[in-house]
């Protein structure tokens, strides 16, 4: 049981990019879901998060107007819609079960659940 974040690659700065986060063996449905991401060299960093009806969105102070993310549980899928993109935001990115019900804000590592396997973005010229 994981969840697998997909999507990325390399993309250029001011370019646009979709991640997915897909779920191998259960429903996201029941799930505030969190993507966050590790630089090298930096610390695990939370980007955004959405509660399981998607009535509750957050985002980290550094993507805020950027990034967007969205659910469709039909399609028991979350998505993260990142524009802008800047050398800075070069990390590996990953989803995971978030153990506040994204009600708080983006929650810090300690509230993070189960996660899986992250996507590679890369900006750069």
């Known amino acids: 049981v994981q969840l697998q974040a997909f999507g990325g690659g390399l993309v250029q700065p001011g370019g646009s990019l979709r991640l997915s986060c897909a779920a191998a063996?259960?429903?996201?449905?029941?799930?505030?879901i969190v993507w966050f991401r590790r630089a090298p060299g930096k610390e695990r960093e939370g980007v955004s998060c959405?509660?399981?009806?998607?009535?509750?969105?957050y985002y980290g102070d550094s993507v805020k107007g950027r990034f967007t993310i969205s659910r469709d549980n039909v399609k028991n899928m979350v998505y993260l819609q990142m524009n802008s993109l800047t050398p800075e935001d070069t990390a590996v990115y990953y989803c995971?079960?978030?153990?506040?019900?994204?009600?708080?804000?983006?929650?810090?590592?300690?509230?993070w659940g189960m996660g899986g396997q992250g996507t590679q973005v890369t900006v750069s010229s």
């Open positions: 995971a079960t978030d153990l506040t019900g994204c009600r708080f804000g983006v929650p810090a590592p300690t509230d």
């Open positions: 959405i509660s399981s009806s998607a009535d509750s969105i």
């Open positions: 063996g259960f429903t996201l449905d029941y799930y505030a």
